[in-house]
């Protein structure tokens, strides 16, 4: 089969939330035939449906029990191509506090996905993975997809064991996959409505605000912060790799430590007021930096847009 985004019909789950809403926005840009959006609206907005006619809405959790029904429909009413699954929960520290929430979402929701996806057919499924399948690695050497995994935390657990069936299921059902393992992503429409949101968000909106954020922990954590533009490219990439089961990093290959960070956005808004520092929050990684090589070689995708350059964007 070969793959080509042109003319194509095209399931995003999860394709009103933050990085959805940018993929199915990219995607309209080509000259595709439909796309299909499963979306809850937990998190994700309305907004982007309103503005174009190539779109299908369904309303579902791709979890709840009437999935497989919803999935039957969709089989029944389009021949669809290629599947982008990005609904998850992705939120670390409530992973902790309710793991099995965490497993019905992330795995029986991913299982779902990638039976609809043999069944349908389809030429490639991409999905969202994680940097948290590594947990914690040298602040001095970057992440090459082959390093241990070590997930701390239930979400980490969850998107480890989704890219082990989706191996599976290339060998099982000759299923063609990408999973994206994306490090610290931001940009614009990110959810900035709870402790646990994206920590640039949070610092965005609090400085904007003449309010003065946190800091869990000493705020020498290393992250690698990818703008939302760059990983949608990764994401639009991925339908044109070779058919397989392939991993990819997905990030800047960059470390900035959390109060680097504050200084930078500091600088933006003038904002020098010192940060509150709070503990250590279970299930954070102290240090986390991709390296790009695989995703380089085989897609050749890089990252084009420098930390400074993304934060002005917002």
Request: hydrophobic share 35%; with cysteine.
């Amino acid at each position: 089969m070969s793959n080509n985004i042109v003319g194509s019909t095209i399931l995003v789950t999860g394709g009103f939330g933050f990085i959805g809403s940018h993929l199915v926005e990219k995607l309209l840009q080509y000259n595709v035939k439909k796309i299909i959006i499963i979306d809850n609206l937990y998190t994700g907005s309305l907004e982007i449906y309103k503005k174009f006619k190539k779109i299908d809405c369904i309303d579902t959790y791709i979890n709840d029990i009437i999935f497989e029904q919803t999935f039957d429909v969709i089989l029944n009413m389009y021949n669809v191509d290629y599947i982008f699954h990005l609904a998850a929960e992705v939120n670390v520290s409530q992973s902790m506090k309710t793991p099995q929430n965490t497993y019905n979402i992330n795995v029986g929701g991913f299982n779902n996905v990638i039976e609809f996806a043999r069944k349908a057919n389809v030429k490639k499924m991409i999905y969202a993975s994680s940097s948290a399948v590594y947990g914690n690695k040298s602040f001095g050497s970057s992440i090459k997809e082959t390093s241990a995994k070590y997930p701390l935390s239930p979400y980490g657990l969850s998107k480890y064991s989704n890219e082990i069936f989706a191996e599976k299921y290339l060998v099982m059902f000759n299923l063609s996959s990408v999973g994206l393992r994306f490090f610290n992503v931001y940009g614009k429409r990110q959810k900035v409505d709870s402790e646990y949101s994206g920590v640039i968000s949070i610092f965005n909106n609090k400085m904007s605000q003449s309010t003065n954020p946190s800091i869990y922990g000493d705020g020498e954590q290393v992250r690698d912060f990818i703008f939302v533009d760059d990983v949608v490219n990764a994401l639009v990439a991925s339908i044109y790799c070779s058919n397989g089961s392939y991993i990819f990093n997905v990030g800047t290959g960059k470390k900035t430590t959390i109060n680097q960070l504050y200084l930078l956005l500091g600088e933006i808004y003038g904002f020098y007021i010192k940060p509150n520092y709070k503990k250590p929050r279970v299930g954070d990684i102290r240090g986390s930096i991709a390296n790009l090589d695989g995703i380089k070689s085989e897609l050749n995708w890089i990252p084009k847009t420098n930390l400074s350059d993304g934060l002005l964007k917002l």
